[in-house]
């Protein structure tokens, strides 16, 4: 089995996050620091100073180099990509093509930057991390987290300051939204991919498209999850869309529908992926061969489908004027559905 753990900084491939009834249950993240502008919460934002390691085939890792990106931080925050696959030791540094080696700490595999940070680290050894090379430590492991910094804290150093995703105005409004997507959808095609029961595969499944239907319904009437201008929220709903058809449909068995038969989900989608920057950190093979190559588990052949084709350059509709007033599914009304 690829997918292990530290256990008193010690590594082991003994792993699991399925309860009693065979359901899936996300560990929680552990390094939970905050750079801010001013320094105040003791790690000032600073140009050089910090180093971002991801996968491009992973969801939560994709969205934080998509905000490094979409900021123009390249030049402020160091990043290293890893190998799609994860290895019997987890998440390594290769020369894969699309990879960026650990020019900061030179370590083989991620876990030993775990162990770097609390050589007692008990936990999944999981991306995104941001390092600090001043302090020697993990930051945050947050993706979540990490994007607000990235909007907010950098923009004394950023080449795109004007661009913010996270307005004051509509900070409520964009969590509601990431707390209504997170359990149903971003969550949701993990919870059915790795439930170990059919009970608990088609509850989770059914919530993922039942949460799609009506986020397909909201984009009929608005361009964006929060209205007229993409926030936080579009790019945390970005990247499992991006990777539906590409593996959550076929490795995870989240086959009610495919992404591309929901006119609005699919145009939104594409208007997303044709921002300036975004394709350039989307990487379609990154996302299969860690679905189908990395999950021995799931798929014990390791075989990497050569399909589907699918062009994210088609011209999309979202351009078009919607007439109804913006409307906001809450967390509460997705949990109820």
């Known amino acids: 089995m690829a997918l292990g753990q530290l256990v008193n900084g010690q590594w082991t491939t003994a792993w699991t996050e399925q309860d009693t009834n065979g359901q899936f249950q996300r560990m929680p993240t552990q390094f939970r620091h905050s750079i801010t502008a001013d320094g105040a919460s003791g790690f000032k934002a600073e140009s050089g100073r910090y180093h971002l390691y991801v996968s491009l085939g992973c969801p939560w890792a994709h969205r934080t180099a998509l905000l490094w990106k979409l900021k123009g931080l390249e030049t402020a925050i160091g990043l290293s990509i890893v190998d799609p696959v994860i290895s019997e030791q987890g998440w390594a540094f290769s020369d894969y093509p699309g990879c960026i080696g650990d020019r900061v700490n030179a370590a083989h595999h991620l876990w030993q930057i775990y162990v770097q940070a609390n050589p007692t680290y008990t936990g999944r050894v999981t991306v995104p991390v941001l390092w600090d090379k001043v302090t020697q430590t993990i930051v945050n492991n947050e993706s979540r987290q990490i994007i ?15 661009l913010d ?20 959808i971003n969550n949701g095609v993990y919870r059915s991919g790795f439930a170990k029961t059919q009970a608990a595969y088609e509850a989770a499944v059914t919530e993922l498209f039942q ?11 608005q361009r964006y999850l929060c209205g007229d201008s993409i926030t936080l929220a579009d ?10 058809d590409l593996a959550y449909h076929g490795i995870f068995k989240c086959n009610l529908k495919r992404l591309v038969d929901y006119p609005n989900l699919w ?15 989307c990487n ?7 679905y189908y190559a990395g999950l021995p588990e799931i798929n014990p052949n390791g075989i990497v489908p050569k399909g589907p084709e699918i062009n994210f350059d088609l011209p999309h509709d979202r351009d078009r004027s919607f007439s109804s007033q913006p409307m906001v599914l809450q967390a509460s009304s997705l949990q109820s559905a």
């Open 284 to 290: 379609a093979d990154h996302v299969k061969r860690l």
């Open 148 to 162: 607000r910094m990235f909007n907010t804290e950098f923009n004394a150093f950023a080449a795109n300051p004007e």
């Open 235 to 244: 790019w945390c709903l970005f990247t499992t869309l991006f990777r539906f």
């Open 211 to 221: 949460a799609l239907d009506q986020w397909e319904s909201v984009l009929d009437q």
């Open 165 to 184: 995703f996270y307005p004051e105005v509509w900070r409520s409004q964009i969590e509601s939204t990431m707390d209504a997507i997170y359990q149903p």
């Open 267 to 281: 145009n939104y989608l594409r208007d997303l992926y044709q921002q300036p920057g975004v394709k350039q950190m």
